[in-house]
């Protein structure tokens, strides 16, 4: 167990919805990623919050949006979707602000788009 | 272009023997490569971390190698196991701001 959480764990929508993903880090880590798994495509990096702050960015598309509360939990909102959008989604955590740490990652979200 | 690829997708090999994996990469000068295991449906776990001023890394039967002159890592699981059996992701640091940039892993099975 990574002490990383996250909810829920599967989730099956329609086309165009709107759907919340929720991740809580470790206790005491103070950055959380995003990641999107696709078969074909691998682990893509889709951003980084760190101490509340947006950090880094990678290939998130605009239709998505992500942020980090005070108590440091995370939120990844995924809206207008699309078939492609079916993935597993990871979020992981880290200790300090250095995005090439080692990352703990949660169970996922399993996300089918139908 | 940059580019992270790993030897192959798959790799079978019979338990007892020492599994080799390749991590090769273009274009990037990381300070440091890391490598993780994912089994099915579950995220990727952390296994070790080696830095580009370190040839050789060990963690009980896993053995990591960092060439930055041939832009390779070598990954060995010695005395491999079934359990093993598991796809295993090189990460390395993209430079600068840029976040961990992970390959697509190469899925290894163990024969028993």
């Known amino acids: 167990d990574s002490g990383v959480t996250q909810t829920p764990k599967h989730l099956i929508t329609a086309t165009g919805q709107r759907v919340t993903l929720r991740c809580s880090p470790r206790?005491?880590?103070?950055?959380v990623y995003w990641y999107q798994q696709s078969l074909d495509q691998g682990l893509q990096f889709l951003i980084q919050?760190?101490?509340?702050?947006?950090?880094a960015k990678g290939n998130i598309l605009e239709r998505f949006s992500a942020q980090q509360f005070p108590d440091l939990h995370s939120e990844l909102n995924l809206s207008s979707l699309e078939l492609g959008d079916s993935a597993l989604y990871f979020c992981?955590?880290?200790?300090?602000?250095?995005?090439?740490?080692?990352?703990?990652f949660g169970p996922g979200t399993r996300l089918l788009v139908l | 272009s940059q580019k992270i690829e790993q030897n192959s997708e798959a790799l079978n090999i019979q338990e007892g023997k020492t599994a080799t994996l390749t991590c090769n990469y273009t274009?990037?000068?990381?300070?440091?490569l890391q490598w993780y295991r994912q089994d099915p449906g579950r995220g990727p776990v952390f296994l070790l971390l080696?830095?580009?001023?370190?040839k050789e890394k060990r963690k009980e039967r896993l053995k990591v190698t960092f060439d930055t002159t041939l832009k390779q890592s070598l990954f060995h699981i010695t005395a491999s196991q079934p359990a093993d059996s598991a796809t295993y992701l090189c990460?390395?640091?993209?430079?600068?701001?840029?976040?961990?940039?992970f390959g697509k892993g190469t899925r290894l099975s163990v024969i028993a």
């Open positions: 992981a955590s880290s200790v300090g602000e250095v995005s090439q740490e080692t990352q703990y």
């Open positions: 206790s005491g880590d103070l950055s």
């Open positions: 919050y760190y101490n509340g702050e947006e950090r």
């Open positions: 274009n990037y000068s990381p300070a440091y």
């Open positions: 080696i830095r580009e001023n370190e």
């Open positions: 990460a390395l640091d993209g430079g600068g701001n840029t976040p961990l940039v």
